[in-house]
T-cell receptor, first 111, second 109 residues
Framework: DGGITQSPKYLFRKEGQNVTLSCEQN?????MYWYRQDPGQGLRLIYY???????QKGDIAEGYSVSREKKESFPLTVTSAQKNPTAFYLC??????????FGSGTRLTVV | RKEVEQDPGPFNVPEGATVAFNCTYS??????FFWYRQDCRKEPKLLMS???SGNEDGRFTAQLNRASQYISLLIRDSKLSDSATYLC??????????FGPGTRLSVLP
């Protein structure tokens, strides 16, 4: 079955550490996105990529970085510059007919 | 004013009730509209697209009012399994999708 796989499901980060969240899709979608969701709030766009080797900042890109070296993969790195990284992170891909498909998310907690 | 606004709820309704949510958007050039459902601690999933003529899928009806810049979702004969957060999503031409904060629905036995 086609879909998006995010890993890990749960991630714990120490203060000052960089961590990378994985997102892989086999839907052959060009566009991929990273969102952050805080409790009781909507999704906020971190970064997006419309095509391989290109990506753009979203509304809350500070403290995050991404790469898009392959169509299938769009990893997100949460750097030590992100002061409040505890949140639910959702990766999505998009195709005009079917809309957004989301991964099952990664819960990041700073310990 | 936020680009997409929703009443956060919660809406607590008994089984079998009819419930309606509205979502307002500020960009008059917005082109496409969707309702997503998100269960607790899960990813959002597409519930239905919203077409200009309105559309119905079983117990769910979505409407678009461009003049007043809102979309609505009506759920008839509510089931316990309808309990979730309903996200309104707006696509602006040439831009990304904007998600509303969601409306929480609890269907009570």
């Amino acid at each position: 079955d086609g879909g998006i796989t995010q890993s890990p499901k749960y991630l714990f980060r120490k203060e000052g550490q960089n961590v990378t969240l994985s997102c892989e899709q086999n839907l052959n979608h060009d566009a991929m996105y990273w969102y952050r969701q805080d409790p009781g709030q909507g999704l906020r766009l971190i970064y997006y990529s419309q095509i391989v080797n290109d990506f753009q900042k979203g509304d809350i890109a500070e403290g995050y970085s991404v790469s898009r070296e392959k169509k299938e993969s769009f990893p997100l790195t949460v750097t030590s510059a992100q002061k409040n990284p505890t949140a639910f992170y959702l990766c999505a891909s998009h195709e005009p007919i079917s809309g957004y498909t989301f991964g099952s998310g990664t819960r990041l907690t700073v310990v | 004013r936020k680009e997409v606004e929703q009443d956060p709820g919660p809406f607590n309704v008994p089984e079998g009730a009819t419930v309606a949510f509205n979502c307002t958007y500020s960009n008059s050039a917005s082109q496409s509209f969707f309702w997503y459902r998100q269960d607790c601690r899960k990813e959002p999933k597409l519930l239905m697209s919203v077409y200009s003529s309105g559309n119905e899928d079983g117990r769910f009806t979505a409407q678009l009012n461009r003049a007043s810049q809102y979309i609505s979702l009506l759920i008839r004969d509510s089931k316990l399994s309808d309990s979730a957060t309903y996200l309104c999503v707006v696509e602006n031409y040439g831009q990304n999708f904007v998600f509303g904060p969601g409306t929480r629905l609890s269907v009570l036995p």
